[in-house]
Each structure stands twice: as structure tokens, then as C-alpha cells.
């Protein structure tokens, strides 16, 4: 199952914000934040914010490039490193947060479902090998027989990327995942359900930074087509 279509690199965080910020930080998201990256700076595929219905970080991010320059262009690093007043001012307040720059080492399916399953794992450089063959191979097509189910994807986090845009973001400090299979569905209950047949396929599942599977509900989409 190797990855498909455009998107090759992603980006993604999950945050909290502190109540008197939300309303102004909700705004700002939706209208400027995710917009300038996705219809201002060229490669990015997709941008999708959503909600988490489970315990942990209360937002999630979720930006889809074509590869992993576009992260270590200069216009990038531009907005990472020097941004604008209402972005510094928020991207500085995010509690929790959790940022991972990370490779799409494959993918299954075509279309876009309206919730999200981010099954979070921390293998060892010993069973990267044997836990990507077995995700890929078994355990995805098999959320993908199950009712409700959209796509999946396997992302494994980039090393090199990470330490590099992390070492120069505005904000310092942010926990990261080491591997995570993203499940897409038509509802919570869909994934819930699905998740729960694969049991012991999906193996030994981190609780490192996440609590376990987290399970999200989408608010916004923006894409440059």
C-alpha cells in the first residue's frame, strides 16, 4: 500500500487554548491561520481542522503537502519564524501542544470522511520494519471493510524535518508522535466500532503523548482547488 495521490508530507498539531482565548483563537483559525498556509504558500495539498470527542488536546490541525520541501521553503520558514501579531500571539498560547512533521509512508483511499481516528504507535528501530508491513498490509484494509469506514493512512514521523522546523518555530517545546495510523470515517461511531473489530491487529497501541486513540470530529476544510 504505498501512498497515493499528491500528498507525500504532513504537518499536524494538536493544541488547547485557554477559555478566554477560544473565541478570538477559533476565529483566527479558521479565517487566517490555516488559509495563509494552504491558499498563500504553493505545495500544500489540504488543510482540515477538527475537534476531539475523547480525552486529550481539545484541537487538531491537520496540513497535507505535496512533499517535504515546502516545509523548508522560505516562505515557510518566514511564517514559522517571524509571524504576524495575531499569529504570535496565539501560536505562543497553545497549551498541550503536540506538532509532528512526518512522511506518508502509505495510504488507502480516495475520499474524505468526516471524522478521524488517530491511532497513535512508538515502535522500536527493531519492529519499525515488521509493524509497517503488518499496518499496511493487514491492518488498514481491514478498517477499510468495515462499514462507515473512509481511508487510512500511515504516517511515521521525519527526524531530520521535525528537529529542523521545530528548532526554528516561534513556539518551543512541543511534544511529538512517533508513528500514527489516521482513520477517516463517516461518523465517531463508525470509528469507534471499527477500531474496536481490528483489537489485537492494531498491536501495542502508545499512550505517549496522546492517551490512547483519540477520536475527532471535523470543523473546517480549505484546499487551493
Not at 521553503?73 to 517571524?82: E, F, G, I, Q
Not at 484494509?141 to 504516517?155: K, N, R, S, V
Request: aromatic share 8%.
Amino acid at each position: 500500500m504505498p501512498a497515493t495521490g499528491r500528498t507525500k508530507t504532513v504537518l499536524c498539531t494538536f493544541m488547547d487554548i485557554a477559555a478566554e482565548e477560544e473565541p478570538g483563537f477559533k476565529d483566527w483559525y479558521n479565517r487566517e491561520h490555516m488559509r495563509d498556509r494552504i491558499l498563500g504558500l504553493p505545495g500544500f495539498v489540504r488543510g482540515r481542522r477538527y475537534i476531539n470527542v475523547s480525552p486529550g488536546p481539545k484541537y487538531f490541525a491537520f496540513y497535507e503537502a505535496e512533499d517535504k520541501y515546502i516545509l523548508q521553503s522560505p516562505d515557510y520558514l518566514k511564517l514559522v519564524t517571524n509571524p504576524d501579531p495575531a499569529s504570535r500571539h496565539y501560536i505562543t498560547r497553545f497549551k498541550n501542544a503536540i506538532r509532528t512533521v512526518a512522511r506518508v509512508s502509505g495510504s488507502l483511499g480516495e475520499a474524505e470522511g468526516t471524522a478521524l481516528a488517530v491511532i497513535p504507535f512508538s515502535p522500536s528501530s527493531q519492529e519499525e520494519e515488521g509493524l509497517r508491513s503488518h499496518l499496511l498490509e493487514q491492518a488498514a484494509p481491514f478498517l477499510m471493510q468495515q462499514p462507515g469506514i473512509i481511508a487510512c493512512q500511515l504516517l511515521e514521523r521525519d527526524e531530520t524535518l521535525s528537529a529542523s522546523a521545530s528548532g526554528q518555530h516561534v513556539r518551543r517545546g512541543d511534544r511529538t508522535l512517533d508513528w500514527a495510523l489516521l482513520v477517516e470515517g463517516n461518523d465517531v461511531e463508525d470509528l469507534r466500532d471499527a477500531v474496536s473489530k481490528a483489537g489485537s491487529m492494531l498491536g501495542s497501541v502508545s499512550t505517549a503523548p496522546l492517551a490512547g486513540v483519540t477520536y475527532l470530529r471535523q470543523l473546517y476544510r480549505v484546499s487551493p482547488n
